[in-house]
């Protein structure tokens, strides 16, 4: 869409946010609601953010509609109805699109423009925003909503570039529906993007080449209409049920099925394998919960694993292929787990062949073929279901100077650092919403954004009331916040676990494990604690008899 909101040069608002899917969408609404004025700035055509450009066949959200929304607005919970129990992205941004016509947000976006520069300026206390269409804003408070999956990867491949063959990314899909009837396309990459789009390509793809490194596991879906008995029961107080989730279960969302037990070792083997079978086939990731150590334990965390292996041995006839699908590197739910619809049995398939480019690396394309060590392979399209530079990247692709004209790219040399995922030392009045040290993507990730945003409007509103004119994290608290997500994460078993959660999807990334695994509710105490100690870790300075004469306020 045509951005309504005209680029502007110079202009002053309260709150300038950078980007408008899920985070941006609430921020504008939170300024909004305090008075303030605000303006967000989208590199999209329209609102959405990360289910903007998702726009790949088979794209579906894996945790559930009933409990991937907002639920800010009791009225807002009520009137929208969701028709699957996995929602397809279309059906999501229909959604997105139904919240920003409800709560007239476009009107503060300014669409198609990336935000290139954001310069803390000492003297005056504001940000300065640079884009790439020339716009230019000013602002007390710079709010980053620029998501965690939103920087798309794509690794050098030698001579891609002379490829002459079509190239997708499955996180930058066109609008318009791609057609690989009769055509022979290759899919690089195994995590949940290639593991929604491989069946769905197969249906079409004359010949389909699944390139994979390493294998994911994966639970089925088994999606289907949304249960009337659920839907019935959630509205009967679906605003209750969201709080109730958002401060009682570790990932904010409801628990319908509670763990069966404490050790999944300690339980009787019938029993266990009754268990996960129940699991397996209501689909989704309830597997993982089937006993509280599960992401705790080796050996429990074994028992899973391997019932997902034998699985896999079940649905895949040519016991190679059902092997090469099979991991063995890591413990099951320390990568994030795919959920999919007929994935392990679209290599039943006659067109599709799994080449396993661990033992066969690729080594980069000619004209006509993606080319590894031992082989060649003529491709008339490859699709790059190869990630994103995660968590840190779209943050770091902007340039951020903080005090001192100091950036983004030398604060976070040795990886990401900040004080409670929200705010980094040396970046007064910049927040950032689901940000590295956040729980953002181990938990339902709107309701982390919407706390974010409350605790980030409720901080500008004591600074308001106070008259301060700058907050930031000392370096004492950010380093203790490091240490902290840190130790979380080293008692369970992602510590020292590999994926983009800890960058090392990457070449030359530093490696630290970003999002916080302690859980929503204890993630939220020790939020509500820092506020209730006076902002403790903060530093809060100035006043705001600094804004100069005439400053919208
Ligand atoms: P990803 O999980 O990072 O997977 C990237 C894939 O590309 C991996 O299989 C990786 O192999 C492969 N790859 C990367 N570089 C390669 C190379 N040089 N040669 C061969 N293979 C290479 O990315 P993603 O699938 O886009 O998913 C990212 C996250 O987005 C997910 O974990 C999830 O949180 C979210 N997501 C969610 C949904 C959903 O809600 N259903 C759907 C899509 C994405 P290696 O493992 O060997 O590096």
Redesign the pocket.
Same mark, same amino acid.
């Given at each position: 869409m045509t951005s309504e909101h005209a680029a502007r040069t110079d202009a002053e608002v309260d709150v300038l946010v950078v980007g408008a899917g899920f985070a941006g969408m609430y921020m504008i609404h939170k300024a909004r609601s305090m008075g303030l004025t605000v303006h967000a700035i989208e590199a999209g055509g329209d609102v959405g953010g990360t289910w903007y450009w998702?726009r790949y066949p088979g794209?579906?959200?894996?945790v559930e509609s009933l409990d991937y929304s907002y639920g800010f607005s009791p009225e807002l919970l009520e009137e929208w109805t969701w028709s699957e129990r996995f929602a397809a992205q279309p059906e999501i941004l229909r959604y997105i699109d139904h919240v920003a016509d409800r709560f007239d947000l476009r009107s503060d976006i300014e669409f198609d423009t990336r935000v290139t520069s954001a310069h803390f300026d000492d003297a005056t206390d504001r940000w300065a925003v640079g884009t790439d269409t020339g716009s230019t804003w000013t602002a007390r408070f710079c709010v980053m909503a620029t998501g965690c999956?939103s920087l798309s990867y794509v690794?050098p491949f030698a001579g891609l570039d002379r490829f002459e063959g079509r190239t997708l990314h499955?996180?930058r899909w066109p609008h318009e529906p791609v057609d690989f009837t009769g055509q022979r396309v290759g899919v690089?990459?195994?995590?949940?993007?290639?593991i929604?789009v491989i069946p769905e390509i197969a249906r079409q793809a004359g010949e389909l080449f699944v390139?994979q %490194?390493?294998p =994911?596991f994966t639970l089925p879906a088994r999606n289907g209409p949304v249960s009337e008995a659920l839907l019935a029961e959630r509205m009967a107080d679906y605003a209750g049920y969201k709080r109730t989730a958002l401060t009682t279960t570790p990932s904010a969302i409801g628990i319908q099925h509670p763990p069966l037990g404490d050790a999944a070792s300690a339980a009787q083997p019938d029993e266990r394998e009754a268990e996960f079978e129940r699991r397996w086939d209501i689909g989704g990731n309830i597997l993982l919960g089937a006993y509280r150590d599960v992401l705790l334990d080796a050996d429990s965390n074994e028992l899973v694993g391997e019932f997902v292996r034998r699985k896999i041995r079940s649905i895949v006839h040519d016991p190679d292929v059902a092997a090469l699908l099979s991991p063995t590197d890591h413990h099951i739910g320390t990568k %994030?787990i795919c959920?999919d619809t007929d994935y392990y049995e679209t290599f039943n398939r006659p067109n599709v062949r799994l080449v396993d480019?661990r033992s066969d690396p690729?080594e980069g394309f000619s004209e006509t073929a993606l080319v590894t060590a031992g082989h060649r392979y003529d491709l008339d399209v490859v699709v790059f279901?190869?990630?994103?530079d995660a968590m840190t990247g779209p943050l770091m692709n902007i340039d951020v100077r903080g005090r001192g004209g100091v950036g983004i790219a030398e604060t976070w040399e040795h990886g990401p650092a900040t004080y409670l995922g929200l705010g980094v030392h040396g970046y007064p009045n910049l927040f950032i919403v689901a940000g590295p040290g956040s729980p953002s993507?181990r938990v339902n990730v709107i309701a982390a954004i919407e706390q974010h945003v409350d605790w980030i409007g409720d901080c500008i509103a004591h600074l308001e009331a106070q008259g301060i004119a700058t907050i930031e994290p000392t370096a004492e608290a950010q380093d203790g916040w490091v240490r902290h997500v840190a130790d979380l994460a080293d008692a369970t078993l992602f510590g020292g676990s590999s994926?983009?959660y800890s960058g090392s =999807?990457i070449d030359g990334k530093p490696r630290v494990f970003a999002p916080y695994v302690g859980g929503m509710p204890a993630y939220i105490a020790e939020c509500d604690a820092v506020v209730a100690a006076g902002y403790a870790g903060f530093t809060a300075a100035g006043d705001t008899a600094k804004v100069p004469a005439g400053t919208p306020r």
């Open positions: 998702n794209a579906r959200c894996d999956l690794p499955t996180g690089i990459g195994t995590g949940s993007s290639g929604q390139f %490194r390493t =994911n %994030r959920v480019v690729i279901a190869t990630g994103y993507v994926s983009w =999807n």
